[in-house]
């Protein structure tokens, strides 16, 4: 059974331009999240979907990034205009929920670097 | 709010060394506790678990008990390998079955050398 895939795995950019960050969950997960990884902040939520729907976006830094969800199989993450700090580990993961316990399954990630 | 506290890094070892790395967290429910574990140019990978209090989580060769007298969940091995080397990060999730966010520790850097 495929992980959870994400592209691209890295994505080299200049300042003030659009970037699209790429994920499929696992089939069957109704849970799918959005994290950033810096060395200064940790990893971060961004943003986080159940059955399609953002449920909680509290973490997405400011009016420049935008998720969605269009189907039970592919979401997105975007950066417009782009910005030197947003460079950083992005990561996707997703979740069956249910259970007494929450266990997230993460992609590989997408490196962005702006320059 | 939740928060998960883990024991600044990096941590150098030798192999076959004894491993320690200390986590305690703050909640205000009865969270589920994970160790994650990330090796280089990877996402993080699920490495153990526990649900309830005094459950003990164990996985290749590493453990951690789930102490709610002393809110902490620290991270053990033995006899750590080379391909140990990795970051680990602490968990929780809060009120499990209905908030399906958690929040991470900062991580720790584990090196072990041959």
């Known amino acids: 059974d495929a992980g959870v895939i994400q592209s691209p795995r890295h994505e080299v950019t200049e300042m003030g331009q659009e970037v699209t960050l790429r994920c499929k969950p696992i089939s069957g997960h109704d849970y799918l999240f959005w994290y950033r990884q810096t060395m200064m902040r940790g990893l971060e939520l961004l943003i986080y979907f159940n059955n399609n729907v953002p449920i909680d976006d509290s973490g997405m830094p400011e009016d420049r990034f935008s998720a969605k969800m269009p189907n039970a199989s592919f979401s997105t993450l975007k950066i417009q205009p782009s910005e030197p700090r947003d460079s950083a580990v992005y990561f996707c993961?997703?979740?069956?929920?249910?259970?007494?316990?929450?266990?997230?399954?993460f992609g590989p990630g997408t490196r962005l670097t702006v320059l | 709010g939740d928060s998960v506290t883990q024991m600044e890094g990096p941590v150098t070892l030798s192999e076959e060394a004894f491993l320690t790395i200390n986590c305690t967290y703050t909640a205000t429910g009865y969270p589920s506790l994970f160790w994650y574990v990330q090796y280089p140019g990877e996402g993080l990978q699920l490495l153990l678990k526990a649900t309830k209090a005094d459950d003990k989580g164990s996985n290749k060769g590493f453990e951690a008990t789930y102490r709610k007298e002393t809110t902490s969940f620290h991270l053990e091995k033995g006899s750590v390998q080379v391909s140990d080397s990795a970051v680990y990060f602490c968990a929780l999730s809060d009120q499990p079955g209905s908030n399906y966010k958690l929040t991470f520790g900062k991580g720790t850097l584990l090196t072990v050398n041959p």
């Open positions: 993961a997703s979740s069956p929920g249910g259970g007494n316990y929450n266990e997230q399954f």
